[in-house]
């Protein structure tokens, strides 16, 4: 079955990196572009952008240039958000979903990854 | 960008109840409206699709209705595992956008 599947949690301090993978199964990973939505503790959703899988091009919601990245690994399915020089603001979970290109709905989700900014 | 708000923010009910959380845009966005459910420690799971289709596997107790800037979402004879937060979302145009959520939780 389609499966997104997160790695785990991570606990950073200020200024520092993470990369955080999502790793898809089931389905052929260039049909679908792959979504990021970020979870601040006790908010709502927000959507950070996509990337096109197919030619590797990200799209960027407002706020979230810079200093994050979005990238691929097509030889093995794997999709990557990269967030450089980590402020406490940045403490959230951070979920991948599949987008249906043309409707725009997200279909399928990872579970998540935990990412906490603390020194 | 569009804005979407949606109401009420929580929300108490009983166990069979019926629910109804809505969605209101701030532009027509067609049946470009989306529902998500989000339990903790779950991954999030998408309900309703294009304002009132059901994807596969969601039980027909979930229902969505709305076109244009309205949009609601019914859960019909509420069960345990339907309490969790709601997210509408809009597609329209970019960038996409979310409610600002709904928790239900039993009374």
């Known amino acids: 079955q389609v499966q997104l599947v997160q790695s785990g949690s991570e606990l950073k301090k200020p200024g520092a990196s993470v990369k955080v993978s999502c790793k898809v199964s089931?389905?052929?990973?260039?049909?679908?572009?792959l979504n990021w939505v970020r979870q601040a503790p006790g908010q709502g959703l927000e959507w950070m952008g996509w990337i096109n899988t197919n030619n590797g091009n990200p799209t960027y919601a407002h706020g979230f240039g810079g200093r994050f990245v979005f990238s691929l690994d097509t030889s093995v399915s794997t999709a990557y958000l990269q967030i450089n020089g980590l402020k406490a603001e940045d403490t959230a979970v951070y979920y991948c979903a599949r987008d249906q290109v043309a409707a725009g709905y997200m279909d399928v989700w990872g579970r998540g990854t935990t990412v906490t900014v603390s020194s | 960008d569009i804005q979407l708000t949606q109401s009420p923010s929580s929300l108490s009910a009983s166990l069979g109840d019926t629910v109804t959380i809505t969605c209101r845009a701030s532009q027509r966005i067609d049946t470009y409206l989306h529902w998500y459910q989000l339990r903790p420690g779950q991954a999030p799971r998408l309900v309703i699709f294009a304002a009132s289709t059901l994807p596969t596997g969601v039980p027909p107790t979930f229902s969505g209705t709305g076109s244009g800037t309205d949009f609601t979402l019914t859960i019909s004879g509420l069960q345990p595992d339907d309490i969790a937060s709601y997210y509408c979302q809009q597609s329209f145009s970019l960038p996409y956008t979310f409610g600002q959520g709904t928790k239900l939780e039993i009374k």
């Open positions: 089931g389905y052929t990973f260039t049909s679908h572009a």
